[in-house]
């Protein structure tokens, strides 16, 4: 029988092609009154969801809030199926062509789903401990677009200090919000502490292990 030296010797072995492409990406999802995953009586009902809570897409991992580093920010077209026809997401395209492309390719009913442009937040999610634990893609379409431009410009402030974008620890929360049709959580973000040595190294190898490292 092995030991763990001489398993851990051969770690990587097996998978060498395997690259960012080949991985899936954790989505978060902020839990709302109408989320299946709160309803006791939907099938994707999940033990312990609450409204407000933070669920990792992958791990099924629930937080009332979670540090995060920002290492990328884009916009991109996501198509929701509509809540009254099952609700989920259906992809994330480039335009709104290729978006309704792929729901005819897929033999679906456009008219069943919602398309709408969706900023998204790629970042690193860190433990309670500020240790690096993974990644992960932060959507924050309609209500959520105003946040988004918060952090951009509270980024954008630190970047015109010299600190790059991913050069911050962020605390990723929910809040209440009102609206004419009720309450409903909304995310919200604050800046912690400018990120040490450590937590940077990990954040621009993280960066560049996606996007190519930094031509010298």
């Known amino acids: 029988m092995a030991n763990i030296e001489e398993r851990s010797s051969r770690v990587g072995q097996g998978s060498q092609n395997v690259t960012q492409r080949d991985i899936m990406i954790p989505r978060l999802k902020l839990l709302q009154k109408i989320s299946p995953e709160v309803d006791k009586s939907d099938a994707k009902f999940v033990e312990g969801a609450e409204v407000g809570m933070i669920m990792n897409s992958v791990s099924n991992e629930f937080m009332d809030a979670t540090f995060v580093v920002n290492l990328n920010f884009d916009h991109s077209i996501v198509v929701w199926k509509k809540r ?19 729901l005819e390719a897929a033999h679906e009913v456009v008219e069943q789903y919602d398309i709408a442009e969706n900023p998204t937040h790629l970042v690193m999610l860190l433990d309670g401990e500020g240790n690096p634990k993974g990644i992960a893609l932060l959507d924050m379409p309609g209500t959520k677009a105003k946040i988004s431009r ?12 010299g600190n790059p974008r991913f050069g911050c620890i962020w605390e990723l929360s929910s809040t209440s ?29 993280a960066y560049d292990n996606f996007f190519g490292p930094k031509d010298v």
Not at 85 to 100: P, Q
Not at 150 to 161: A, G, R, S, V
Not at 186 to 197: P, R, T
Request: charged share 25%; hydrophobic share 40%.
């Open 150 to 161: 918060k952090w951009n410009t509270l980024i954008q402030e630190q970047e015109d200090k």
């Open 84 to 102: 009254k026809f099952g609700g989920g997401m259906f992809g994330s395209y480039a335009n709104e062509s290729e978006a309704i492309a792929a």
């Open 177 to 205: 919000e009102d609206s004419p049709n009720g309450t409903y959580a909304n995310y919200s973000i604050d800046l912690v502490v400018v990120a040490g040595d450590e937590i940077f190294d990990a954040a621009s190898a």
